[in-house]
């Protein structure tokens, strides 16, 4: 894994922001931690909740990262079997992305709700921040 200016690691321990390779905010528990529990299958409730527990996370760190690229490291392989190994998004790539996990939860379609909690927080991530693009490793 290499050092990015910003990066996101997603493993088995949870989540982790870095700034020039050294973590400035981690969140064990991960999926677990912003889901508030492990539900089997996600309600949108649950996504409200989540999203609100990923600000509260990244908010007081957010302006520090205004506008940087983010490097993902994605250990546990969730976002890289849904959005593509070495994908490169935008903005609106990643939101497309939420919104389709919000569609699926709202339908009742099976998710897995470690990917939508992964979900969430990336779309958090490039809203609060202003990412303008997302590398996906």
């Known amino acids: 894994m290499k050092d990015?200016?910003?990066a996101l690691r997603v493993d088995a321990g949870g989540?982790?922001?870095?700034?020039?390779?050294?973590?400035?905010a981690a969140l064990p528990g991960g999926p677990a931690m912003l889901l508030?529990?492990?539900?089997?299958?996600?309600?949108?409730?649950?996504?409200?909740?989540?999203?609100e527990r990923a600000e509260d996370w990244l908010m007081p760190g957010s302006k520090s990262w205004q506008g940087l690229p983010l490097q993902v490291h994605d250990a546990a392989g969730r976002l890289r079997g849904?959005?593509?190994a070495g994908a490169l998004l935008g903005p609106q790539q990643v939101k497309a992305a939420?919104?389709?996990?919000?569609?699926d939860v709202a339908f009742g379609r099976p998710l897995d709700p470690a990917l939508l909690a992964?979900?969430?927080?990336?779309?958090e991530l490039v809203h609060?921040?202003?990412v303008p693009r997302v590398a996906l490793d």
């Open 82 to 84: 849904r959005l593509g």
């Open 128 to 130: 609060h921040g202003a």
């Open 15 to 24: 989540y982790a922001l870095l700034r020039d390779g050294e973590v400035v």
């Open 118 to 123: 992964d979900l969430v927080l990336l779309r």
């Open 98 to 103: 939420f919104s389709r996990a919000w569609d």
């Open 36 to 51: 508030g529990g492990a539900p089997d299958r996600a309600t949108e409730a649950h996504v409200e909740a989540a999203i």
């Open 4 to 6: 990015a200016a910003f």
